[in-house]
């Protein structure tokens, strides 16, 4: 019992030092900063307040004060631009490890790998002395033709909150910022910078808010970057209630507030109201609202010292942490391992659809012949329309990937299969014509699948036709590819649907004609490779489907209840608190793939659901437990979710909503136990009126599932 006790008393001694030494590291650290606060003048304080060039703001060169360098960031650190304008500087240094896409991370279903690739994105700012990151992005996928669904993550709020913790702890540990945007409820991008949108506080508390709050208390993410659009009739650049009320004084939110680029709308309201950096596309840079105008609204009383001297104080403490933090970190630029982090990401992401003629995993010793048919075959994704990509220093393409794999035994042949003749900068005149199918190619592609024993069809989208500054129309594959799907199925019997996209898709002729479909995502620079992988059974499928794929557009709660794009540049989010998954299974409405949805090449049985009481109180936690059996011939990792109905709720609530999962890996026959916690208090709902969390007492029923339609064992217990 002595050396027991002297172990415990021991630990706590060491996390009780830990404690204190950040603490006194804390607290020397802003003693720096007040001391160089009262060194500064006025005019120097402002200059730090706003850009001076595309991706920088001023330090005070004279107090050994540098100035801050942004990157754009959700794929990669991007190339190096000139310092005043858009165009490439022309560097041979900044070649970059391409990462997959937002949803694709999402896909991975697995934090780890969320990490991996903010560990890699931070190792890579670093070498380009970059010292914020703008990323991760992780608006939720209130609708599906948003353009930027493929940057984002998912439709649920707790997924995307368990992503972005460590998405920004892999960032951050390098000694770079992570930017977490777009706060709030940027959802689409039709209109983006001019739509208000009318959210009750009930759902921003429980559907926008919960992953960014995630980010700021457990992620410790040092910057957040304001939306475009309005909430509620405020800019979100301008909001009293986001920027102040929820995030600086409700989260307990140390670092900076910098606006997206010329987002600003307001000299005064922006400052009294939150935002810290004002940033944009084009000087002259003394003339933007918080340059010469915030000086002269200080002075006149409008803007007070003190509310400037806490922008500066954040700005401050953000340096310490990152180009003025001890021990910098002095990073590296695709590196073999960050190559392999994007490959393992990627072939955590790919999503097995169907499989129903068990073509898959490709048996190399069994095929003499593969044809390759598809733009999307030896398209890249690392570029391309509006917003951020990366140079990438290469990229594997899925005909490349699929040619190192089985070339060796196969002969590969490869035909194009249709146009992709769409660009995100033309006009819709200029892209008319886009979505027809091209039936020479066509021609060429089933001519040569007939001659073959397997067809590979690699089709969806790509970097122009899903892109920010736009939204997409409706939900149909683009370039008549339907029409090349049906001939080469025709003509090949064997043939695999491969589809590389990063937001919904109807699917529905696909799903219904053909037995073999892969979803691939864009999916960063070893995407070929991860692909052929999974193809030929080295790596077994483990991505969900982070979004639910409707049967139709009229089946989505922002169609169907038309508020989408909004009406007056007014978009009122009617359905509330029943996004995504929410709406399908609380109206009963059957989706095309639900949330949470993937195959695998073996299977998984769910037995013994079991929790450690039957009835909880507030500040309880249920313990979960289980056991997972892969009853096939294969290693797989499966996807164990966790989802709680509350029976006969007094105020709406969803008919599921997704707590907790947990990604195991499990050997062929063997049995694995899981255990997994749920805090009472993440079962409360937001009232509007008390303006307080509820849990609401009687009975919920706990749901351990394989999807959010697939569920496979139940328990019920009551809160008191």
């Known amino acids: 019992m002595r050396i027991k006790y002297i172990i415990v008393l021991g630990a706590a001694l060491f996390l009780f030092g830990n404690a204190s030494a950040q603490n006194k590291n804390e607290a020397a650290r802003q003693a720096k900063i007040t001391s160089i606060l009262k060194k500064m003048t006025l005019e120097e304080k402002i200059e730090m307040l706003h850009g001076n060039a595309l991706f920088s703001s001023a330090g005070v060169p004279r107090l050994g004060i540098p100035e801050l360098t942004c990157d754009d960031g959700p794929l990669g650190v991007r190339e190096e631009i000139k310092r005043f304008d858009w165009a490439s500087a022309n560097w041979t240094t900044d070649s970059a490890t391409f990462l997959p896409n937002g949803s694709a991370i999402a896909a991975t279903w697995n934090p780890a790998m969320a990490n991996k690739y903010g560990v890699v994105m931070g190792e890579e700012a670093n070498a380009m002395k970059k010292n914020i990151m703008l990323a991760p992005a992780f608006n939720i996928c209130r609708m599906p033709l948003c353009g930027r669904t493929y940057e984002y993550y998912s439709e649920d709020p707790y997924l995307n ?171 590296s630029i695709a590196t073999l391992a960050h190559a392999k982090a994007a490959y393992d990401i990627a072939t955590e992401s790919i999503v097995l659809l169907k499989n129903d003629a068990h073509l898959l995993p490709l048996k190399a010793s069994n095929i003499k012949s593969i044809a390759v048919i598809g733009d999307n075959a030896t398209r890249t994704f690392a570029l391309g329309g509006y917003g951020a990509g990366v140079k990438a220093q290469h990229e594997i393409t899925a005909l490349e990937g699929i040619k190192s794999r089985f070339g060796k035994t196969a002969s590969i042949s490869f035909a194009q299969g249709y146009k992709a003749n769409y660009l995100a900068n033309n006009t819709d005149a200029q892209n008319a014509g886009y979505d027809h199918p091209d039936q020479t190619l066509i021609d060429q592609a089933v001519a040569l699948a007939k001659t073959t024993d397997i067809a590979i069809l690699c089709i969806g989208s790509n970097r122009e036709f899903e892109s920010e500054g736009h939204d997409r129309k409706n939900l149909e594959l683009p370039f008549g590819e339907q029409a090349l799907v049906n001939a080469v199925s025709a003509a090949n019997p064997n043939t695999i649907i491969v589809i590389m996209a990063g937001a919904p898709y109807d699917l529905n002729e696909i799903k219904k004609s053909n037995q073999t479909i892969v979803w691939s995502w864009f999916n960063g620079s070893e995407a070929g490779n991860a692909l052929a992988d999974v193809l030929k059974g080295i790596v077994n499928p483990s991505g969900r489907l982070p979004f639910t794929f409707p049967v139709s557009l009229g089946d989505s709660p922002a169609a169907a209840l038309n508020t989408y794009p909004g009406k007056h540049l007014t978009a009122d989010y009617k359905e509330g608190i029943l996004v995504g998954y929410r709406w399908y299974d609380t109206k009963n409405i059957e989706p095309l793939y639900c949330f949470g949805y993937g195959l695998s090449y073996t299977h998984f049985t769910y037995t013994d659901l079991a929790i450690n009481k039957k009835a909880y109180k507030s500040g309880d936690k249920i313990t979960v437990s289980l056991k997972i059996k892969n009853t096939g011939a294969v290693a797989g990792k499966e996807v164990v979710q966790l989802y709680i109905s509350k029976l006969n709720s007094s105020v709406l609530r969803p008919g599921k909503e997704l707590k907790a999962f947990k990604k195991i890996m499990i050997a062929p026959g063997q049995t694995a136990p899981v255990l997994i916690n749920i805090a009472i208090n993440d079962l409360a709902y937001f009232n509007d009126k008390l303006k307080n969390w509820v849990i609401e007492p009687g009975q919920y029923k706990i749901l351990a599932a394989a999807s959010s339609r697939d569920i496979r064992q139940t328990a019920t217990f009551n809160i008191k």
């Open 161 to 331: 909150g368990q992503l972005a913790i460590q998405s920004v702890k892999g960032i951050q540990s390098q000694h770079v910022a992570a930017c977490i945007k777009h706060f709030a409820a940027n959802n689409q991008e039709l209109n983006r910078d001019s739509v208000n949108t009318i959210v009750d506080e009930r759902t921003l508390r429980e559907i926008y808010f919960p992953a960014f709050k995630a980010a700021v208390q457990q992620g410790n993410a040092y910057t957040v970057m304001s939306a475009y659009n309005k909430v509620n009739s405020y800019w979100c650049s301008e909001n009293d209630f986001l920027l102040n009320k929820v995030l600086k004084k409700g989260w307990g939110f140390k670092g900076v507030v910098m606006s997206d680029w010329s987002g600003v709308h307001h000299t005064v309201a922006a400052a009294n109201n939150g935002l810290d950096i004002e940033m944009g596309s084009s000087g002259p840079y003394d003339q933007w609202y918080f340059a010469k105008p915030l000086l002269a609204a200080v002075k006149s009383g409008q803007v007070s010292v003190k509310t400037i001297d806490d922008k500066v104080r954040r700005i401050l403490w953000l340096i310490y942490h990152t180009s003025m933090s001890a021990n910098h970190p002095k990073g």
